[in-house]
């Protein structure tokens, strides 16, 4: 009879176990289940793989042809530079690309589900993470409005994004330090103009008030600043 018993309890703790790990909070990040970056589907999957480094470099070759050698993506800001952006900022924009809330026509074919698994994800953001970054030398704008751009970002960006530009992990929010200029102002002007259809919505408040010589002088201080200062 305890057997029977043991047995039956074994089996209803099994049942319901996906609904303890649906409700498990994730212990590195403060997300939420409403509203802007919900964390659910592939997203909160992928945020709970373990990412592989290893692995992940093998995975992103695919990703090579436009991000380039070493994610150092290109200074003209076609493409963004990846190399040691957060796990979970890249888990984060992946999936939303992925979903089609962000936008990006020309990555799609390769970030399909049928060419990129979830446990590829995690181990591409866990490689891209890892990878040293190398400092800007050639994406910037004109350089004529650097104290302009200074004070704007301390006044309206440093609060979220770190007065270095480091962006903090948990809260999802990306390093732009030395990021490339033509790539940040092609994203400010897509959050401005709700393009960039993940935009954090108090960001998108910030920005909307900003006329295109406020996004330039922004964009071109946050270029130049340097990484790990
Ligand atoms: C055909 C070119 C192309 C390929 C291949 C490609 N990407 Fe991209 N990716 C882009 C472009 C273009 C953007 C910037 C889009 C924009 O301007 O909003 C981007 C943006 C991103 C971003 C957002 C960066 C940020 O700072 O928000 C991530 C993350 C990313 N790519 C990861 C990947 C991964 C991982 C792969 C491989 C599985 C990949 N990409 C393959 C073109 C590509
Ligand atoms: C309320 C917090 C907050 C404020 C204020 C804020 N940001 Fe952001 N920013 C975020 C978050 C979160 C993301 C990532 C989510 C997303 O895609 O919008 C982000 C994304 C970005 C990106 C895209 C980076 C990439 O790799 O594609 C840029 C560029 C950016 N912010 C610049 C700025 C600038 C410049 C300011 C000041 C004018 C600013 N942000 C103000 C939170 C903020």
């Given amino acids: 009879m305890h057997r029977v018993i043991a047995t039956l309890f074994l089996y209803l703790?099994?049942?319901s176990m996906?609904?303890?790990a649906q409700d498990k909070p994730?212990?590195?990040?403060e997300g939420s289940?409403?509203?802007w970056n919900q964390l659910s589907g592939e997203k909160l999957k992928?945020?709970?793989?373990?990412?592989?480094p290893i692995s992940g470099a093998e995975a992103f070759k695919i990703c090579q042809g436009c991000h380039k050698n070493g994610a150092i993506g290109t200074p003209s800001g076609a493409y963004p530079r990846l190399a040691g952006q957060y796990s979970t900022v890249l888990i984060e924009q992946i999936a939303d690309i992925r979903s089609g809330i962000r936008k990006n026509p020309k990555m799609e074919p390769y970030s399909d589900e049928h060419v990129l698994s979830i446990q590829e994800i995690s181990d591409i953001a866990a490689y891209l993470q890892s990878v040293p970054i190398q400092q800007n030398t050639a994406g910037f704008g004109s350089g004529n409005?650097?104290?302009k751009g200074q004070a704007l970002y301390l006044k309206d960006c440093a609060v979220c994004h770190g007065n270095q530009g480091e962006g903090n992990a948990?809260?999802?929010i990306p390093l732009i330090a030395g990021?490339?200029?033509?790539?940040?102002l092609r994203e400010l002007g897509f959050i401005q103009t709700e393009k960039r259809g993940n935009a954090n919505p108090d960001m998108v408040i910030v920005l909307k008030l900003y006329g295109k010589e406020d996004l330039e002088a922004v964009a071109d201080y946050v270029s130049r600043i340097p990484i790990g200062k």
């Avoid at 994730?26 to 990040?29: A, D, G, R, Y």
């Avoid at 992928?46 to 592989?52: I, M, Q, R, T, W």
């Fill in 13 to 15: 703790m099994f049942l």
């Fill in 18 to 20: 996906p609904l303890f």
């Fill in 26 to 29: 994730l212990k590195n990040v």
């Fill in 33 to 35: 289940t409403s509203g």
């Fill in 46 to 52: 992928a945020l709970e793989l373990k990412g592989n």
């Fill in 145 to 147: 409005e650097l104290v």
């Fill in 170 to 172: 948990r809260k999802f």
């Fill in 179 to 184: 990021q490339y200029y033509k790539y940040l």
